[in-house]
Structures are given as C-alpha cells and as structure tokens.
Nanobody
C-alpha cells in the first residue's frame, strides 16, 4: 500500500526553524516528483516547494524563497522541508505529495498521492 507520512511539525516562535519529513512506504520515492503544500484555515491549499525526480531540480513559491529548503534522501525513501526564519503567516497544515513524473509542479492537481499533513504553528 502506497503511503506518505509527514512529521516534524509543531509550535515555534517567529524567526524559528522546523524540519518536516515525508516518509514514503510501498513505493520508491526516488522515481517520483515530490511537492510540499500548505493549507491555512479558510484558505486554498497552496504549493510551497517541489523537487524533481532524478535530477533534484527544485522550485519554490515566492513567499518562501530564501527561507525554506526542500531535499530528498532516496536511500531513506524520505523527503524533507527545512523551514527557517518562520513567520506567523507560515502557520498551516503542511502536506507532502508524490507524482509519478520527472518534473515537479507547484500545482496540487499534478499529484496523485498525499500524506495526512502535519501542523505548523508560528506564534509568540
């Protein structure tokens, strides 16, 4: 059974950092483009960052460029999202998703498989 499980969320003060993990089971993560998305209360789910299969090319939403870093460890079948310089507006549920494609997109419609999400709350 194909499954994605996110972890690493929590409560952090503005300016703080978190590292989110997305562990895959039932399939080889390295063959998939991976996306990270987030959804705040009352808002649409939006693309945050994504990473290509094979070549590791990345893409970021303008709102997180320079603060978030996506990566993957195919040997561990896990993808990561490093969140630095966090702001209150980063508060949301963060989801990872997988698409059996080489190139990634920041469009939730491109992704077939989703995790259940992990809550990130940025507050003093």
């Amino acid at each position: 059974q194909l499954q994605l499980v996110e972890s690493g969320g929590g409560l952090v003060q503005p300016g703080g950092s978190l590292r989110l993990s997305c562990a895959a089971s039932g399939f080889t993560l390295g063959r998939y483009a991976i996306g990270w998305f987030r959804q705040a209360p009352g808002k649409e789910r939006e693309g945050v960052s994504c990473i290509n299969a094979y070549d590791g090319g990345t893409n970021y939403a303008d709102s997180v460029k320079g603060r978030f870093t996506i990566s993957r460890d195919n040997a561990r079948n896990t993808a990561y999202l490093q969140l630095d310089s966090l702001k209150p507006e980063d508060t949301a549920i963060y989801y990872c998703a997988a698409d059996l494609a080489v190139r990634c997109f920041l469009d939730k419609r491109a992704y077939d498989y989703w995790g259940q999400g992990t809550q990130v709350t940025v507050s003093s």
